[in-house]
Nanobody
Framework: QVQLVESGGGLVQAGGSLRLSCVAS????????MGWFRQAPGKEREFVVA????????DYADSVKGRFTVSRDNTKNTTYLQMNSLKPEDTAVYFC?????????????????WGQGTQVTVSS
C-alpha cells in the first residue's frame, strides 16, 4: 500500500516562498513519475508540475513556470516543490500524486495514488 504525505504548507505574504515535501512509503518510488496538483475553493483540481521517475524530465503549468521548481530525491522517497514569488492566486490545497508510469503526464487519470494535501495561503 503506497502512501503519500505532504508537508510544508502555510501562510505566506505575496512574493514569499514555501517549500513543499511529499514523502512516499511503500511501493517502488523511483519507478514512477510524481506530480503536484492544486485545488482552490470552488475550483477543479489543476495540474501544477510533474517530474519523471529519474528526475531528468519535468513539465510545468504555464502559470507557475519560472517561479516553481520540482525535484525529487529517490534515496529519500521524497519529491519537493520549491515555490518562489508566490501570488494570492497560488492559494490552494496542494496535492502530490504518484503516476501509473515513469514518464511525465498532466492528466489526473494518469495518477493512481494521492496525498491528503497541504494548504498554501498567500496573502496580498
Amino acid at each position: 500500500q503506497v502512501q503519500l504525505v505532504e508537508s510544508g504548507g502555510g501562510l505566506v505574504q505575496a512574493g514569499g516562498s514555501l517549500r513543499l515535501s511529499c514523502v512516499a512509503s511503500g511501493g517502488t518510488f523511483n519507478a514512477y513519475a510524481m506530480g503536484w496538483f492544486r485545488q482552490a475553493p470552488g475550483k477543479e483540481r489543476e495540474f501544477v508540475v510533474a517530474i519523471g521517475a529519474s528526475g531528468r524530465t519535468t513539465d510545468y503549468a504555464d502559470s507557475v513556470k519560472g517561479r516553481f521548481t520540482v525535484s525529487r530525491d529517490n534515496t529519500k522517497n521524497t519529491t519537493y516543490l520549491q515555490m518562489n514569488s508566490l501570488k494570492p492566486e497560488d492559494t490552494a490545497v496542494y496535492f502530490c500524486a504518484r503516476a501509473k508510469a515513469a514518464w511525465v503526464t498532466r492528466r489526473l487519470a494518469d495518477f493512481r495514488t494521492w496525498g491528503q494535501g497541504t494548504q498554501v495561503t498567500v496573502s496580498s
